[in-house]
Nanobody, 127 residues
Framework: QVQLVESGGGLVQAGGSLRISCAAS????????MGWFRQAPGKEREFVAA???????????FYADSVKGRFTISGDNAKKTVTLQMNNLKPEDTAVYYC?????????????????WGQGTQVTVSS
């Protein structure tokens, strides 16, 4: 079993930046993917960004269209950590951000395909 713990959530003004991180602990796995989802009140949980180390070319990153150019995901394969740098934040980015991991290194925008989930961290962007 793997446990995921997020940190770094908080309140920021529109146009500002915030950095959130996720650390995995427990049983390790050779190839995996880690990512971020978010869920705003009254909305479904949606894919934000992910990184996978299953490919031969190294880490591959993927982003939702709504955050491309503003958010950057990075990770440490050995330490099993992932960080989401969020720049030029908008009020619509306000949500609970959840860290997720896939033990087989597969990335999907569907929440049900991911194996492990963190408890979430609140990100609030004020106008």
């Amino acid at each position: 079993q793997v446990q995921l713990v997020e940190s770094g959530g908080g309140l920021v003004q529109a146009g500002g930046s915030l950095r959130i991180s996720c650390a995995a602990s427990g049983r390790t796995f050779g190839r995996y993917a880690m990512g971020w989802f978010r869920q705003a009140p009254g909305k479904e949980r949606e894919f934000v960004a992910a990184i996978s180390w299953s490919g031969s070319s190294g880490g591959s990153t993927f982003y939702a269209d709504s955050v491309k150019g503003r958010f950057t995901i990075s990770g440490d394969n050995a330490k099993k950590t992932v960080t989401l740098q969020m720049n030029n934040l908008k009020p619509e980015d306000t949500a609970v951000y959840y860290c997720a991991a896939d033990k087989r290194g597969h990335i999907s925008s569907a929440t049900m395909t991911w194996d492990y989930w963190g408890q979430g961290t609140q990100v609030t962007v004020s106008s």
